[in-house]
């Protein structure tokens, strides 16, 4: 997962190749990017982060690194975002499938479950059980000291 977003977006653009983007796919993903965008904005400093963190683990300089994160986020908009996003609807779905799922996420259940989707990344309550027991095994696996208290009290807050 070293340069998954950057290999994910160019191998998604590469495996179209000379496929157009239909209108539809557009609009399918500028649909699913207007329900989203809140939850995948929150999430991009963690994302990119991440991705300065592998850059300097890679041997590239932390300049370097914030640099490129930088740019990153400058580049993340939810503009491009939609673009890659309609690039991989039209890779992987027929002009048919497209239809169809543009026609449920219209529909009062596909608003609901936008609405769940968006929800459900955006709210951290929806993983905080999964993220206590995460703490307090990474708590029990750490030897006693400052590391440990540290980590329990966090986890006793959960």
Wanted: glycine letters at 6%; proline letters at 3%; charged letters at 20%.
């Amino acid at each position: 997962m070293k340069h998954f977003f950057v290999v994910c977006s160019f191998g998604i653009a590469s495996s179209v190749g000379a496929q157009s983007v239909s209108f539809e796919s557009v609009r399918l993903a500028d649909t699913i990017m207007e329900s989203g965008w809140s939850a995948v904005e929150q999430s991009l400093p963690l994302m990119i982060s991440g991705f300065e963190a592998q850059l300097k683990a890679g041997g590239v300089t932390e300049r370097a690194a914030r640099v490129f994160g930088e740019e990153l986020r400058l580049s993340m908009s939810r503009d491009s975002m939609s673009k890659i996003y309609a690039i991989a609807v039209s890779a992987k779905l027929s002009p048919q499938e497209i239809r169809e799922v543009s026609t449920f996420l219209q529909s009062k259940s596909g608003l609901k479950y936008l609405s769940l989707n968006n929800d459900f990344a955006a709210n951290p309550a929806f993983i905080q059980p999964i993220a206590k027991q995460a703490c307090n095994s990474a708590a029990q696996r750490l030897d006693s000291g400052t590391d440990k208290s540290s980590l329990s009290s966090i986890c006793s807050q959960l």
